[in-house]
């Protein structure tokens, strides 16, 4: 077994600790996440771990579903999909459904070859991908209902999966944002949650970034801006990286603006 399927059902046993007592009114309550509510977010995740299981188990069905995800998209209806999709599921008892699930799919990943090619939107990726990008989403997402619930979290050090899925996505940044991609990807040098310092890439001073682990993760999500943490960037290739990182698919999107993502208080 890889890791990254425990990993990723440890990360929404977490996530699932913090809301499996809450109401379905503060369920439907807004996060500063483009306004999404916590029953949203838990929708998003849960469709989408569906479709991830999908991909390892039966490619035609996969294939069917993104065809409507595909048809969807031009009208702006990608929540109104989920929602369709989900049938009515809602409020505590989508809670349930999704954890549950994502156990499920955890333990089917765990039993993959974690290099076998899976069908998903866009280039095919292999299943240690797959699940990788389910944990990434998972804990993205996840800070939304965190911040709203004036929680700060307690990271651990399965975030290393996401900060390796950032420097992966180093060309994907700048590509979908139309650039030239750089020659050379900046030095890491971040402290784990445990306090390890995890290094990565040629050392280089002028080019780096440096600082905590978790608020990487949270600038190459999207969900904080730079200026919200205490990373510091040497060199223009890091210090542009930084401004536009984005580690998940689709088109170019802009951070948060500075200010607008934090853990709330009271």
């Known amino acids: 077994m890889f890791k990254q ?22 369920l439907g309550s807004a996060t500063q996440f483009k306004s999404w509510t916590i029953e949203e977010i838990i929708s998003h995740l849960h469709v989408w771990n569906m479709a991830a299981h999908m991909s390892l188990t039966d ?12 048809q969807a998209l ?18 505590s008892k989508l809670v349930k459904t999704w954890h ?36 990434m989403e998972t804990w993205a997402h996840g800070l939304a209902i965190y911040d709203l619930l004036g929680v700060e979290r307690a990271d651990e050090d399965r975030v290393e999966n996401i900060v390796i899925l950032g420097l992966n996505t ?7 944002n139309g650039k030239e991609v750089p020659k050379d990807v900046p030095y890491l040098k971040l402290t784990a949650p445990s306090g390890k310092i995890w290094e990565y890439g040629t050392p280089d001073e002028n080019n780096i970034v440096v600082g905590n682990a978790t ?10 801006n730079i200026a919200d943490t205490a990373l510091k960037t040497q060199g223009d290739t890091a210090q542009q990286w930084m401004s536009i990182a984005q580690c998940f698919a689709g088109p170019p999107e802009p951070p948060p603006a500075k200010g607008s993502r934090f853990v709330k208080s009271g």
Not at 5 to 22: C, G, V
Not at 59 to 70: D, P, S, Y
Not at 109 to 121: I, M
Not at 215 to 224: A, L, N, P
Request: hydrophobic content about 35%; overall charge negative.
């Open 215 to 224: 608020e990487f993760c949270q600038v190459i999500t999207q969900t904080r």
């Open 74 to 91: 031009p009208q702006g209806n990608l929540r109104e999909f989920e929602r369709k999709w989900l049938n009515g599921l809602k409020g």
């Open 5 to 26: 399927p425990q990993d990723f059902m440890d990360e929404s046993n977490a996530l699932y600790s913090l809301i499996h007592d809450k109401s379905d009114i503060e």
């Open 59 to 70: 490619a035609e069905k996969f294939n069917e579903f993104l065809g409507e995800v595909m």
């Open 170 to 176: 180093f060309a994907w940044t700048f590509k979908c």
């Open 100 to 135: 549950d699930f994502a156990q499920t799919l955890g333990t089917s990943f765990a039993d993959a070859d974690p290099k076998s090619r899976l069908p998903w939107a866009g280039p095919s990726m292999s299943a240690r991908s797959s699940i990788t990008a389910r944990l």
